[in-house]
């Protein structure tokens, strides 16, 4: 299975900051990786495609980019609205699997 | 627009089977455009487990983790898919998403990796 580790695990925002999560990959897995953003309670919200394709409807301040192992998400400037946990996704291989999350909370 | 609702017991005894549906509505499990249907799973205050899927014609892809306690089906002529998880613990205590897999329409790896439609999720505890 590839592992996929997320850092920071948490991290304290504030609004307008500049908030960057990457994801490294334990294995080359190009640019076959997902963000998804999820709030308390819901489902998770499919963000991000291909590493840095947003979905239709997805706000411009969220953005993604790399490939290979290190991958990084990227909100330029963080709305209240954003406050959530942050998941990447890799399908490179099955099983597919998810990094552990970056929870964002207000600083 | 097309929604996901789960179904099924909230309460499973220890060594008992899991077993949950997934309806669909506002859309066709088979039609024209390829879809696998899936599930994941989160334990309360964890991260992202992913089950498994299955295509509409039967085929299944599960997780190595889960296989030989995972079985899902696909009934097309209720527009439903499910999930039958045997001899469960306390460690399967979670809640289960069912979800609509699509391929990227940007990166394609030949696996449906999009999760792009959630159910709302249905807790299920195991728990004597």
């Known amino acids: 299975d590839i592992q996929l580790t997320q850092s920071p695990s948490s991290l304290s925002v504030s609004v307008g900051d500049r908030v960057t999560i990457t994801c490294q990959a334990s294995q080359d897995i190009s640019n076959y990786l997902n963000w998804y953003q999820q ?30 192992t290190d991958l990084t998400f990227t909100i330029s400037s963080l709305q209240p609205e954003d406050i959530a946990t942050y998941y990447c996704q890799q399908y490179d291989s099955l099983p597919l699997t998810f990094g552990q999350g970056t929870r964002l909370d207000i600083k | 627009q097309l929604q996901l609702q789960e179904s099924g017991p909230g309460l499973v005894k220890p060594s008992e089977t899991l077993s949950l549906t997934c309806t669909v509505s506002g859309g066709s499990i088979s039609g024209t455009t390829t879809y696998y249907w899936g599930w994941i799973r989160q334990p309360p205050g964890k991260g992202l487990e992913w089950i498994g899927y299955v295509y509409d014609s039967g085929t299944t892809y599960y997780n190595p983790s889960l296989k030989s306690r995972v079985t899902m089906s696909v009934d097309t002529s209720k527009n439903r898919f499910s999930l039958k998880l045997t001899s469960v613990t306390a460690a399967d205590t979670a809640v289960y998403y069912c979800a609509r897999h699509s391929p990227s329409f940007y990166a394609s790896s030949g696996y449906y990796g999009d999760i792009d439609r959630w159910g709302q999720g249905t807790l299920v505890t195991v728990s004597s």
């Open chain 1, 39 to 68: 709030k308390p309670g819901k489902a998770p919200i499919l963000l991000i495609s291909g590493a840095s394709n947003l979905e239709t409807g997805v706000p411009s301040r969220f953005s993604g980019s790399g490939s290979g």
